[in-house]
């Protein structure tokens, strides 16, 4: 028996049935269908009880090649919210792994192409589960330097598209409960 989670209020409604088929139908095309898709696949794996899975799906709309004008992110922008509210809402009973430790080394071992700004846009997710889930640990044996909120920020201002690290600032505040640039301006993270 499947576990039924609560549809995210954050992603395009998911159809009735969809499978890993649809992000390779894109061939090695990362463009906004394929964004919209991953989107999609990620909404629809979650509905299922498939946290974990769903959570992954997002990593690969994260790695979109979008200029930031497609129409598409306007009602969707880059699933930093949505990443935010799996991790709110997985239920104990529900396997998601350590999403720190998968951040942490997901940003260290990025490739090309684009690989500052997916490396970045990993990071950020990684901020997230820090705030959202902080029980989970670091990975103790993997040596790489923790970067600060300021440095995340500013890599995604240098390498995202443009609005990026304001929209991802905005979810740590809401997470945070600050306003504004709170924690840009404190440095904290």
């Given amino acids: 028996m499947s576990l039924s989670l609560p549809p995210c209020p954050h992603l395009p409604a998911a159809p009735d049935h969809m499978d890993a088929r649809a992000l390779t139908a894109h061939g090695a095309n990362r463009?906004?269908?394929?964004?919209?898709?991953?989107?999609?696949?990620?909404?629809?794996?979650?509905?299922?009880?498939?946290?974990?899975r769903a959570m992954l799906a997002l990593d690969r709309a994260l790695g979109a090649d979008l200029r930031?004008?497609?129409?598409?992110?306007?009602?969707?922008?880059?699933?930093?919210?949505?990443?935010?509210?799996?991790l709110r809402h997985a239920p104990p009973t529900v396997f998601i792994g350590n999403p720190r430790v998968h951040f942490q080394h997901l940003a260290d071992r990025m490739n090309e192409p684009r690989r500052?700004?997916?490396?970045?846009?990993?990071?950020?997710?990684?901020?997230?589960?820090?705030l959202v889930r902080p029980e989970f640990p670091a990975d103790p044996k993997h040596r790489v330097t923790e970067p600060s909120v300021t440095t995340i920020a500013a890599?995604?201002?240098?390498?995202?598209?443009?609005?990026?690290?304001?929209?991802?600032?905005?979810?740590?505040?809401?997470?945070?409960?600050?306003?504004?640039r709170q924690l840009a301006a404190d440095g904290k993270g």
């Fill in 116 to 130: 500052e700004q997916r490396r970045w846009r990993i990071w950020a997710c990684w901020q997230i589960a820090r």
């Fill in 68 to 86: 930031g004008d497609e129409p598409i992110l306007a009602p969707h922008p880059l699933p930093y919210r949505p990443m935010a509210w799996f």
């Fill in 31 to 52: 463009d906004a269908a394929f964004y919209h898709t991953a989107l999609c696949y990620a909404h629809y794996l979650w509905q299922r009880g498939l946290a974990a």
């Fill in 155 to 180: 890599q995604l201002t240098t390498h995202g598209i443009p609005g990026e690290a304001a929209q991802w600032l905005d979810v740590l505040n809401e997470i945070s409960g600050n306003s504004g």
